[in-house]
């Protein structure tokens, strides 16, 4: 039989002719978004010089999470060029296929030994390490109990795993125990940011770990905003626990973050790497991450181990501009300056933009309605008289909108 096709004059007929747009509640929807002050649009950076020039851009970056300011280091930016140029641009196919270098071999024997872990597994975001690592330690005969202060890709992990999900309040060991106490599931998993990424406040993680160790349950801890920022040498706050390679433990970071690259990575039992790869079909059917995220993670990974004092300099600077800025003292790099208001809130963000101040803007969803924020991180590559302009535009941004 053969095939009839429309004719170019069909083809390129009006789209609208006789027809409705499924697609048109879009309008209201977006419309909507924007007056309760919640839309959003990407800004782009100016760059006027190499990277690390920051003369040339003209912006101090207290918004990004380039904790260690390791992105624009030299040696991390040539070790990401000669992975380019040894490897090719991308990996080119799954992790499974041809997607691993040696590059990606060697990169996860190092991060297992830092964070003193038998093995690790190297994704291609921090999102998809712990989407790809719940799904595959739990499934719809089993129960989660997440923490209320978790990350969006766990809280995405916890549906997609098809489990029964218990959310406790942030930090409540005591609820958590009760979710343990009371279950009769094939298998139970716990998972918690060590710190809380909107506050950059810390999880009690021995505390759930007991908890955890207690009703036979695994315990997950996400430590995207802890590598490099707390624990001995930078190494986290599973470490500082002293509960580095402990059984029952699952530890997932990121190389995008103080690394200053880009990459996931879930760390503990060999076993446990044997699994994800068979399992975790956020790591079976991605590419693999690109070999010049690869290596500039990987030296910027031997920058940190080679100055064990430089997590411990970031403190130094967030707890300077901290009380600078007349806020709580942080546990991380993190400082949360609440405002409340989200329109009042961008208002004062854009303030700080215009005066040369990058700062973050935190609305909801990402935060609870009514604490809208200005998201301030520190990085231990700021001098002291940076961080002082920023504490003053920032402060001066709030008294503007009413939040002081």
Same mark, same amino acid.
């Given at each position: ?229 707390? $624990?001995?040498?930078?190494?986290? !706050?599973?470490?500082? &626990?002293? /509960? *580095?390679? =402990?059984?029952?433990?699952? #530890?997932?970071? @990121? ?114 309605? $009514?604490?809208?924020?200005?998201? !301030?991180?520190?990085? &231990?590559? /700021? *001098?002291? =008289?940076?961080?002082?302009? #920023?504490?003053? @535009? ?11």
């Amino acid at each position: 039989m053969t095939a009839v096709y429309p004719s170019v004059e069909q083809q390129t007929a009006p789209a609208d002719a006789g027809r409705t747009d499924p697609l048109a509640w879009l309008a209201a929807e977006t419309a909507a978004t924007a007056a309760a002050g919640l839309h959003r649009a990407p800004i782009a950076r100016r760059c006027d010089g190499p990277a690390g020039d920051r003369s040339q851009q003209g912006l101090v970056d207290v918004a990004s999470n380039d904790y260690l300011g390791l992105s624009t280091h030299p040696e991390v930016i040539a070790a990401g060029q000669g992975a380019l140029a040894r490897w090719g641009a991308g990996s080119t196919s799954s992790r499974l296929v041809v997607g691993t270098t040696q590059a990606h071999l060697d990169f996860e024997d190092a991060l297992a030994d830092f964070l003193g872990t038998p093995a690790a597994l190297l994704f291609s975001s921090g999102y998809l390490a712990n989407v790809g690592a719940i799904t595959a330690l739990a499934g719809s005969e089993d129960l989660i109990v997440s923490d209320g202060g978790s990350h969006a890709s766990l809280i995405d992990g916890c549906r997609l795993s098809r489990a029964q999900v218990v959310v406790v309040p942030r930090g409540d060991v005591q609820a958590v125990r009760a979710a343990l106490a009371g279950h009769a599931r094939r298998r139970a998993l716990v998972v918690t940011d060590s710190i809380y990424s909107i506050d950059g406040r810390c999880a009690p993680i021995a505390e759930l770990y007991d908890a955890a160790q207690d009703f036979g349950a695994t315990l997950l801890v996400d430590e995207a905003h802890a590598l490099g920022v707390r $624990g001995p040498g930078g190494r986290g !706050v599973v470490a500082e &626990a002293g /509960l *580095s390679g =402990a059984p029952g433990l699952v #530890v997932t970071t @990121v190389a995008s973050k103080s690394l200053g690259a880009q990459g996931g990575i879930v760390a503990g039992p060999a076993l446990l790497r044997e699994h994800l790869i068979d399992r975790a079909r956020s790591f079976i059917f991605d590419t693999g991450l690109n070999p010049a995220a690869v290596g500039a993670a990987h030296r910027a990974l031997e920058i940190l181990r080679a100055d064990p004092g430089l997590p411990q300099r970031l403190r130094a600077s967030a707890d300077l501009f901290a009380r600078a800025a007349g806020a709580e003292v942080s546990e991380s790099a993190v400082v949360s300056l609440i405002v409340g208001d989200p329109a009042a809130a961008v208002a004062a963000a854009q303030y700080c933009r215009d005066r040369g101040i990058l700062v973050g803007c935190f609305r909801p969803p990402s935060v609870p309605a $009514g604490t809208s924020r200005l998201r !301030v991180t520190v990085r &231990a590559d /700021l *001098s002291a =008289a940076e961080l002082t302009r #920023v504490a003053e @535009v920032v402060d001066t941004a709030l008294r503007r909108v009413g939040a002081r």
